[in-house]
């Protein structure tokens, strides 16, 4: 009597303290879930940095219009500064997947394009700018 009471309170504990089973299937829907909410949080904060950029390349229009020796100087110092940010941001849209990679890198050159000292840089900033919420509206119909 002592054992089948000993092996009933074993089966009882054990049970008790087992897990139930995992279900596979959802724990790899919400990972697939939680991977490409992360996704999408990457590429709204790299259209958020184009949108920087193209920015600063219209605040550049000051410089542009300028004729002095100084402003051309500091001009060319800017865009130096705005051209590290710029390899950096296509250095991440190159670490996506494929469909987010296509869409986006070709505001990469117009963004070159726009933060520049050139007089007629402006046209480019609006064609980065139009780009920038073309893909936009393609990632977040």
């Avoid at 009597?1 to 829907?29: R, T």
Wanted: contains cysteine; charged residues 30%; hydrophobic residues 35%.
């Amino acid at each position: 009597m002592k054992v089948y009471i000993l092996i009933l309170s074993f089966i009882f504990f054990v049970s008790c303290v087992a897990k139930p089973p995992v279900d596979n299937a959802a724990n790899e829907n919400v990972r697939e879930k939680n991977k490409q909410t992360a996704l999408k949080n990457e590429v709204t904060k790299l259209t958020r940095l184009a949108q920087t950029i193209e920015q600063q390349g219209r605040d550049l229009q000051l410089y542009r219009e300028a004729s002095d020796a100084e402003s051309s100087r500091q001009c060319d110092q800017i865009v130096e500064g705005i051209g590290k940010q710029t390899a950096d941001l296509e250095t991440r849209i190159t670490n996506l997947p494929e469909n987010y990679k296509n869409k986006l890198m070709p505001i990469i050159g117009e963004l070159n394009e726009c933060v520049s000292c050139a007089k007629k840089t402006l046209d480019d900033c609006k064609k980065a700018r139009a780009s920038i919420n073309q893909v936009i509206k393609e990632i977040y119909p």
